[in-house]
């Protein structure tokens, strides 16, 4: 893994972090329903991230 892999896994894991804070601390059906898509999306580019990590570890 390069460093900027890592760096951006853990920029990933940063984000996903912040959302939940943000997603505890949200006061409408609207506010939660957008952290939640935005945590479903960074969870998506987590997993590209890391299966990319994987593919380039087994060539």
């Known amino acids: 893994m390069t ?4 760096h951006l896994i853990r920029g990933s894991e940063k984000v996903i972090s912040h959302y ?3 997603l ?3 006061k409408t059906a609207e506010e ?3 952290y939640l898509s935005r945590i479903e999306r960074e969870h ?7 299966h990319g990590l ?3 570890s087994a060539a």
């Open 3 to 6: 460093e900027v892999q890592a």
């Open 24 to 26: 505890a601390g949200a």
């Open 44 to 50: 998506r580019v987590l997993a590209r991230l890391q």
């Open 20 to 22: 939940r804070q943000l």
């Open 32 to 34: 939660r329903e957008l």
């Open 54 to 56: 994987s593919e380039r």
